[in-house]
């Protein structure tokens, strides 16, 4: 526990004036993000006596080791800075709203010269009009497959799009009359654009020109006895009636408006937002977080604004919100939404009338929801707890693991060894704090050196992080310079970012050829996707062997606070370093089922990884051997010879050809070619027969080789 004194500033030091500020705890790692009109005035508030702080801003305040602050000219910009750096570092005591699952939309991308109706979900995409949020996906296809007897738009994939068009016959929608079927040319792209406009302009509200102009074609078709298609238009009126029928009007004066309502007790607050479009109910939405600040009714709006609004533009911000407290100061926020909208934006609490009625429907829906979270999550608690008492009790560990690391080693038959690293928190998956490394310290297969070279690695990162914060146990640095040279020679080590799927040569912690530890850290800037936090609980995937290899690699670098454990498969047996017995839980323990999953999550990470490391092997062909020879000449040369048979065939002059070959180049293609070996022809298994085809002009591999020729049979192989 930190003493905020260690870290305050001098006085006279912090400016008067608005700006945002970090809090950063012992490893750099940003915890809090906070705005305010005077830094000055907000900051001094931290720094008094902790008796008279509030329980969750104490903790906050001992738990920080440092203050930053950045200063702005206007509260406006402030506000835009608070929402992307909690977007950015995601603090740990910063108020975040989560959707509580991932609301589907109805989609119409604009943007295509067929504009096509689907259900997205999601991040929004520029240039596609969204309507929505629904509850179900169901709803979606339903609203739709109404309106498409008056709007016959395209909702086919890309993939059906084009085979239709190859094949000049439309798919059954375009036989049946619910698509205008452009793939077969049977509409021009701007008839179907305007289509596509008269769908949207339904959605959105204006539904009134296109019931009445069905109305007189209806009466038109009467008066002149072509009864069959009055019937028809008969109909599409009332699917466009029974369409508008799921949006109960709730405003009569066609308003658009978002209501948003927070429910909140000591703990927690779940808020819900309604979106009416011209006067009906077009979607809802909620959200549930933790109160871990001190915060207030009109804070807890802010936060939810800009999480609702920070990433939308135009009329995807209505003119109008009703909220159930206002933002203090409120000012800046409504610019702030008038900014997003290009337009003026009425940020107001209802004081009577039909707003205010449904304003109490919000408010109820949010209540309903907060109840339900609740008692959702108290048995979820329970049972978690249960869990890691369960583990703690079974293991002998002084503490329940809050935080569980596990570790998977995968190959194919020795081929692409990698390594996963999973995280579990409170006995929750987190996913941002996954890691994947590839084994390149030595070849072959081999899962106990491998487990041990992960472990070294991982909490030689660990260590080295110490180290630059100064947090050293007496004996550590010495016997992290042991732990290094014991892999000295192994080369760069690599991991893989979870989130970005990018190789990435380790910074803190990597070992070089000669067994030096670099001491620069990936991310200076307190982001959490870093190795800083230790696990209480180390679980390998195996039995004695693997248990035995990472103690050993944890004993190597000094380090004796972290428990170690293994969970075999065979019999799902519990093994610790040093027994000769395993640990048997019982098969109904909440504590086993825990190490399960968190096993089953490593193993299939590790999985993952592997087939994708195997499939990229697969598609290499002999184009990617030859030095200096880039993405964009291969395939240029691709294009020009039509396939890598041709070109192996090719004389130099004949390569020289292409643009951007020189003959140095061209020569080294073609040295390259004639020792590489041809890939093995493709054979028809049921008759044994040879294929003899021709290669494609266009292939799946990187180097223009069919991906298909020669490949070993996975069921050959064992995957582990």
Same mark, same amino acid.
């Given at each position: 526990m930190a003493d905020p004194s260690s870290y305050r500033p001098r006085p006279g030091e912090i400016p008067d004036s608005p700006g945002v500020y970090r809090f950063r705890d012992?490893?750099?790692?940003? *915890?809090?993000?906070?705005?305010?009109?005077?830094?000055?005035q907000r900051l001094a508030n931290?720094?008094?006596?902790?008796?008279?702080?509030h329980p969750r801003t104490r903790t906050m305040v001992t738990t920080a080791a440092s203050v930053e602050w950045t200063v702005v000219s206007t509260e406006v910009e402030a506000l835009q800075l608070e929402y992307s750096w909690i977007k950015e570092y995601d603090p740990r005591f910063n108020v975040k709203y989560r959707d509580d699952k991932s609301y589907p939309y109805l989609a119409v991308t604009m943007n295509e010269e067929f504009p096509r109706v689907q259900v997205m979900r999601g991040h929004k995409k520029k240039g596609v009009r969204y309507f929505g949020p629904y509850g179900h996906a169901w709803a979606i296809r339903d609203t739709v497959d109404l309106l498409l007897r008056v709007f016959p738009v395209r909702t086919c994939s890309a993939g059906v799009f084009k085979n239709a068009a190859r094949t000049g016959r439309p798919c059954l929608l375009g036989y049946i009359g619910k698509c205008s079927a452009p793939c077969v %040319?049977? *509409?021009? /792209?701007?008839?179907?654009?305007? @289509?596509?406009?008269?769908?949207?302009?339904? !959605?959105? %509200?204006?539904?009134?020109?296109?019931?009445?102009?069905?109305?007189?074609?209806? !009466?038109?078709?009467a008066e002149e006895m072509e009864y069959e298609r009055a019937a028809r238009l008969r109909d599409d009126i009332e699917a466009l009636k029974k369409a508008m029928e799921k949006n109960a009007v709730v405003l009569a004066d066609a308003t658009d408006?978002?209501?948003?309502?927070?429910?909140?007790?000591?703990?927690?607050?779940?808020?819900?937002?309604?979106?009416?479009?011209?006067?009906?109910?077009?979607?809802?939405r909620g959200w549930v977080t933790d109160k871990v600040e001190e915060i207030t009714t009109g804070a807890l709006v802010e936060h939810a604004l800009q999480q @609702?609004?920070?990433?939308?533009? %135009?009329?995807?911000? /209505?003119?109008?919100?009703?909220? /159930?407290?206002?933002?203090? /100061?409120?000012?800046?926020?409504?610019e702030w939404l008038a900014g997003r909208r290009g337009a003026n934006v009425s940020l107001r609490i209802p004081q009577r009338g039909d707003k205010k009625a449904l304003m109490e429907t919000v408010q109820r829906n949010a209540q309903q929801a907060l109840v339900l979270h609740k008692t959702k999550r108290a048995s979820d608690l329970t049972t978690r707890s249960r869990a890691l008492e369960e583990i703690a009790e079974a293991l002998d560990l002084d503490s329940a693991p809050l935080r569980i690391e596990c570790y998977d080693i995968s190959h194919l038959q020795g081929d692409d060894v990698v390594a996963s690293m999973v995280v579990f928190e409170d006995g929750l998956q987190r996913k941002s704090e996954y890691r994947r490394f590839q084994i390149k310290g030595f070849a072959g297969q081999d899962d106990v050196r491998s487990m041990h070279e992960v472990i070294t690695r991982r909490f030689r990162r660990y260590l080295a992080e110490k180290e630059k914060t100064g947090e050293w146990a007496d004996g550590t640095e010495d016997a992290l310079a042991d732990g290094a040279g014991a892999l000295t020679g192994m080369g760069a080590l690599t991991d893989t970012d979870a989130l970005t799927g990018t190789d990435t040569v380790i910074g803190t912690g990597a070992v070089s050829g000669t067994g030096e530890i670099s001491t620069s850290l990936k991310d200076d800037e307190g982001r959490p996707k870093k190795f800083a936090y230790p696990p209480q609980l180390v679980v390998v995937d195996g039995g004695q062997p693997q248990v035995a290899a990472a103690r050993r690699a944890l004993d190597e670098l000094g380090?004796?606070?972290?428990?170690?454990c293994g969970l075999a498969k065979r019999l799902e047996e519990v093994w610790l370093p040093g027994d000769d017995d395993p640990v048997v839980l019982p098969r109904t323990s909440e504590g086993l089922y825990l190490l399960?999953?968190?096993?089953?999550? +490593?193993?299939?990470?590790a999985i993952t990884y592997q087939r994708t490391k195997r499939a990229k092997r697969f598609r290499a062909g002999p184009l990617d051997d030859v030095p200096g020879l880039g993405e964009t000449r291969k395939q240029?040369?691709?294009?020009?010879?039509?396939?890598?048979?041709?070109?192996?065939? +090719?004389?130099?002059?004949? *390569?020289?050809?292409?643009? %951007?070959?020189?003959?140095?180049?061209a020569e080294t293609i073609a040295a390259a070619l004639a020792t590489a070996v041809p890939a093995a022809p493709a054979v028809n298994t049921a008759t044994g027969e040879i294929i003899e085809e021709e290669e494609p002009e266009t292939t799946a591999g990187s180097s223009g080789e069919p991906v298909t020729a020669g490949l070993p049979d996975e069921r050959r192989g064992q995957e582990t």
């Amino acid at each position: 526990m930190a003493d905020p004194s260690s870290y305050r500033p001098r006085p006279g030091e912090i400016p008067d004036s608005p700006g945002v500020y970090r809090f950063r705890d012992e490893h750099r790692r940003v *915890i809090y993000v906070g705005k305010a009109k005077s830094l000055r005035q907000r900051l001094a508030n931290y720094f008094q006596d902790l008796a008279n702080l509030h329980p969750r801003t104490r903790t906050m305040v001992t738990t920080a080791a440092s203050v930053e602050w950045t200063v702005v000219s206007t509260e406006v910009e402030a506000l835009q800075l608070e929402y992307s750096w909690i977007k950015e570092y995601d603090p740990r005591f910063n108020v975040k709203y989560r959707d509580d699952k991932s609301y589907p939309y109805l989609a119409v991308t604009m943007n295509e010269e067929f504009p096509r109706v689907q259900v997205m979900r999601g991040h929004k995409k520029k240039g596609v009009r969204y309507f929505g949020p629904y509850g179900h996906a169901w709803a979606i296809r339903d609203t739709v497959d109404l309106l498409l007897r008056v709007f016959p738009v395209r909702t086919c994939s890309a993939g059906v799009f084009k085979n239709a068009a190859r094949t000049g016959r439309p798919c059954l929608l375009g036989y049946i009359g619910k698509c205008s079927a452009p793939c077969v %040319g049977r *509409i021009s /792209p701007e008839d179907h654009q305007e @289509l596509a406009e008269e769908f949207c302009d339904f !959605m959105a %509200g204006r539904t009134g020109t296109y019931l009445r102009r069905l109305e007189k074609q209806m !009466m038109e078709a009467a008066e002149e006895m072509e009864y069959e298609r009055a019937a028809r238009l008969r109909d599409d009126i009332e699917a466009l009636k029974k369409a508008m029928e799921k949006n109960a009007v709730v405003l009569a004066d066609a308003t658009d408006a978002d209501l948003i309502a927070v429910a909140e007790d000591e703990l927690e607050a779940a808020v819900q937002i309604f979106h009416v479009r011209g006067g009906r109910v077009r979607g809802q939405r909620g959200w549930v977080t933790d109160k871990v600040e001190e915060i207030t009714t009109g804070a807890l709006v802010e936060h939810a604004l800009q999480q @609702l609004y920070g990433e939308e533009t %135009g009329d995807a911000v /209505p003119k109008e919100v009703l909220v /159930p407290a206002l933002p203090e /100061p409120v000012d800046p926020v409504q610019e702030w939404l008038a900014g997003r909208r290009g337009a003026n934006v009425s940020l107001r609490i209802p004081q009577r009338g039909d707003k205010k009625a449904l304003m109490e429907t919000v408010q109820r829906n949010a209540q309903q929801a907060l109840v339900l979270h609740k008692t959702k999550r108290a048995s979820d608690l329970t049972t978690r707890s249960r869990a890691l008492e369960e583990i703690a009790e079974a293991l002998d560990l002084d503490s329940a693991p809050l935080r569980i690391e596990c570790y998977d080693i995968s190959h194919l038959q020795g081929d692409d060894v990698v390594a996963s690293m999973v995280v579990f928190e409170d006995g929750l998956q987190r996913k941002s704090e996954y890691r994947r490394f590839q084994i390149k310290g030595f070849a072959g297969q081999d899962d106990v050196r491998s487990m041990h070279e992960v472990i070294t690695r991982r909490f030689r990162r660990y260590l080295a992080e110490k180290e630059k914060t100064g947090e050293w146990a007496d004996g550590t640095e010495d016997a992290l310079a042991d732990g290094a040279g014991a892999l000295t020679g192994m080369g760069a080590l690599t991991d893989t970012d979870a989130l970005t799927g990018t190789d990435t040569v380790i910074g803190t912690g990597a070992v070089s050829g000669t067994g030096e530890i670099s001491t620069s850290l990936k991310d200076d800037e307190g982001r959490p996707k870093k190795f800083a936090y230790p696990p209480q609980l180390v679980v390998v995937d195996g039995g004695q062997p693997q248990v035995a290899a990472a103690r050993r690699a944890l004993d190597e670098l000094g380090i004796d606070d972290i428990a170690v454990c293994g969970l075999a498969k065979r019999l799902e047996e519990v093994w610790l370093p040093g027994d000769d017995d395993p640990v048997v839980l019982p098969r109904t323990s909440e504590g086993l089922y825990l190490l399960q999953r968190v096993r089953d999550e +490593a193993h299939r990470f590790a999985i993952t990884y592997q087939r994708t490391k195997r499939a990229k092997r697969f598609r290499a062909g002999p184009l990617d051997d030859v030095p200096g020879l880039g993405e964009t000449r291969k395939q240029a040369l691709i294009k020009h010879f039509g396939s890598v048979k041709k070109l192996r065939s +090719a004389t130099i002059e004949q *390569i020289q050809e292409v643009p %951007g070959i020189g003959r140095k180049t061209a020569e080294t293609i073609a040295a390259a070619l004639a020792t590489a070996v041809p890939a093995a022809p493709a054979v028809n298994t049921a008759t044994g027969e040879i294929i003899e085809e021709e290669e494609p002009e266009t292939t799946a591999g990187s180097s223009g080789e069919p991906v298909t020729a020669g490949l070993p049979d996975e069921r050959r192989g064992q995957e582990t």
